[in-house]
């Protein structure tokens, strides 16, 4: 059981939208920052979104962070077949004194 | 080039030892908090500890507490985790990453405890 909650799996269609969820507590989200994971299978994990809505260098406009409360959404724009992946969000929990993640949410492009 | 390279993993039974190192180029290693995450076969990601950039701070996740020591060596750009009484649950590929936003991973080391 994952201390931050995102769904198991979602799919949509080539060129389409999707928003993946990622909710929590006060103690992780509500106060703290948010993260997001890109994870192509064999593949290490790649930072898409830091401090609850900036791109690093690279991570093309297509994605997008936001967060309000406790609970997080990574926005994906124009989907691709490269975007076939597991995406997880992470933060800090004050309250265990440790870095969590979501459980990942295994995207499928149609 | 930013760049963290893991080494160390192996097989080891049930009660054993290991110590991972993770060697950091690119950037000025002591001034950046480093973490290990480990993901367990066909599992998710799950993070284990972090150390900051001075070695003044560090956190580990419970179940680790006791077991794991996590280290850094900035004369050597290096992080350790050192790891004794290894479970069969500690199975897993240990990723070194850079930052409180994991910025940079290296590609893991994979840790089988198996007898």
């Known amino acids: 059981q994952s201390v931050l909650t995102q769904p198991p799996s979602l799919s949509a269609a080539a060129g389409q939208k999707v928003t993946i969820s990622c909710s929590g507590r006060?103690?992780?989200?509500?106060?703290?920052?948010l993260s997001w994971y890109q994870q192509v299978p064999g593949r290490a994990p790649k930072l898409l979104i830091y401090e609850n809505n900036k791109r690093p260098s690279g991570i093309p406009d297509r994605f997008s962070g936001s967060k309000s409360g406790t609970s997080a959404t990574l926005g994906i724009t124009g989907l691709q077949t490269g975007d076939e992946a597991d995406y997880y969000c992470?933060?800090?929990?004050?309250?265990?004194?440790?870095?969590?993640f979501g459980g990942g949410t295994k995207l499928t492009v149609l | 080039e930013v760049q963290v390279v893991e080494s160390g993993g192996g097989l080891v039974q049930p009660g054993g030892s290991l110590r991972l190192s993770c060697a950091a180029s690119?950037?000025?290693?002591?001034?950046?908090?480093m973490t290990w995450v480990r993901q367990a076969p066909g599992k998710g990601l799950e993070w284990v500890a972090n150390?900051?950039?001075?070695?003044?701070?560090?956190y580990y996740m419970d179940s680790v507490k006791g077991r794991f020591t996590v280290s850094r060596d900035n004369a050597k750009n290096s992080l350790y985790l050192q790891m004794n009484s290894l479970r069969a649950e500690d199975t897993a590929v240990y990723y070194c990453?850079?930052?409180?936003?994991?910025?940079?991973w290296g590609q893991g080391t994979l840790v089988t405890v198996s007898s």
């Open positions: 690119g950037f000025t290693f002591s001034t950046y908090w």
């Open positions: 006060t103690s992780n989200i509500g106060n703290n920052h």
């Open positions: 150390i900051k950039g001075d070695g003044s701070e560090i």
């Open positions: 992470g933060a800090w929990d004050s309250s265990l004194s440790a870095g969590v």
């Open positions: 990453a850079r930052a409180w936003a994991l910025d940079f």
